[in-house]
Each structure stands twice: as C-alpha cells, then as structure tokens.
C-alpha cells in the first residue's frame, strides 16, 4: 500500500518569506512517481511537477524548488521569496497509474 | 492543446434523487480518465478510473458509478444521492503513453440536502 503524509496543515508566512512544504511517502515499489499539485481558492488543482524514483536531482523553477531525499522517503517543496498568489493547498502525490494524494498542506501568504 | 471539462460547476440536488456528471477531454486520444471526490478538509478520494472505452476500475465502493461511453467523455453517476455522498468532484486526465501527471477539470460541488 502506497502513502504520503504531509504533516503540516496549515502554514501562514508573511509575503517575501521562504516556506518549505513538507511530504513523506511510503511505497514498497522500486519504481514510482513523485507529484506536487497546487489547488488555488478556485479548485482547479494545478500540476507543478513531476519526478520518477531514479532521479534524485534538485529541481527549480523560478521560485520554486523541489528537494528528492530517497533515504529518507522525502519530497519537500520550498518556496522562495513568497507572495500572495501562492496562497493555496498544495498536494504532495505518489504513484504510477493510480496515485495517492497526501492530505494537503494550505498555505496562507499574508501581505 | 488539451483541455478538459466538466459540467456543471454546482449542483444542489435532493437525498435519494439521481446524478449525473459528465467530463469531456478534447485534444488528445485514449486518455486513462479518473474520478476523485474531496470533500471538506481537502483529502481526494479516487473513485473511478479508466484505461479505454467500457472499461472502469472502482476504487471504493459506495453508491457512485461511472460509464465511458466514448474515447474522451466520462460519466459519473447515481441512482440515489446520500448525504453523504456531497462534495467537490473532480475529473483528470493522463495520457495513456507511460506514466504522466494528471491535469484536472475544474470540478463540480455537489450538496446532497
């Protein structure tokens, strides 16, 4: 059985701040995905990355980051500089064709 | 581009009457097709997903189905709503070469009453 847990619920940062989501999954597969949603106040969830379990580099995309660790089952997101626009639930997920979706973080960035 | 949608954007609908809940896909061909329901607090529950024409893989049982009638539509439905059965229902599709990200529609908030 496959699991993710983001432990953090709630996350409130003041806009310019650094904030690091956290994820942690379990999976007894060799070869997996690792996924990273955001879902703005509209619903929609967004896709923002995706990473397979044989590559551990550290990816960045403007502000955001992404940090593999697979020893210690870990898949963090980090945001630089925040604004208000990043306010969101971010979802953390895991898997091949079906997929298992942490439980969220909200992230409230204040002005 | 591909785009996807799902209709209607809200429905307040009575305990025991029926549902129904389409989602389209255009743009592409043969995508593996997924419902996922989230209910307050955030957590998505997969109901159903597809691989092809006719063919649906049920997560959890409940009161809920879904039809593939064509390539690029999926229908979710029931013959009587429970209370329980309110929330936002989103539909998702990846493509069905190798293992890619879902990209989702914009869902349908449901209250059962």
């Known amino acids: 059985a496959q699991k993710v847990t983001q432990a953090q619920t709630e996350i409130s940062v003041v806009e310019k701040e650094d904030v690091t989501l956290d994820c942690v999954y379990e999976?007894?597969?060799?070869?997996?995905?690792l996924f990273w949603y955001k879902q703005p106040p509209s619903g929609e969830l967004v896709f923002l990355i995706r990473?397979?379990?044989?590559?551990?580099q550290n990816e960045i995309s403007g502000r955001y980051s992404w940090n593999f660790q697979k020893s210690t089952s870990s898949f963090n997101f980090t945001i630089t500089a925040s604004q208000v626009v990043d306010s969101a639930v971010y979802f953390c997920a895991l898997g091949y064709q079906k997929v298992t979706f942490g439980t969220g973080t909200k992230l409230q960035v204040i002005p | 581009s591909q785009t996807i949608h799902q209709w209607p954007a809200t429905l307040v609908q009575p305990v025991g009457s029926p549902l129904s809940l389409e989602c389209t896909v255009e743009g592409t061909s043969n995508p593996n097709l997924y419902w996922y329901r989230q209910a307050a607090g955030r957590g998505l529950q997969l109901l159903f997903y597809s691989v092809g024409i006719g063919q649906i893989s049920s997560e959890v049982p409940q009161n809920l189905s879904a039809s593939r009638p064509q390539d690029r539509q999926f229908i979710l439905s029931s013959k009587k709503l429970l209370l329980s059965d309110s929330g936002f229902y989103l539909c998702?599709?990846?493509?069905?070469?190798?293992?890619?990200?879902?990209?989702f529609g914009p869902g349908t908030r449901l209250t059962v009453t």
């Open positions: 998702a599709w990846s493509s069905d070469r190798g293992v890619t990200e879902q990209y």
């Open positions: 999976t007894r597969d060799t070869t997996y995905y």
């Open positions: 990473r397979n379990s044989f590559d551990e």
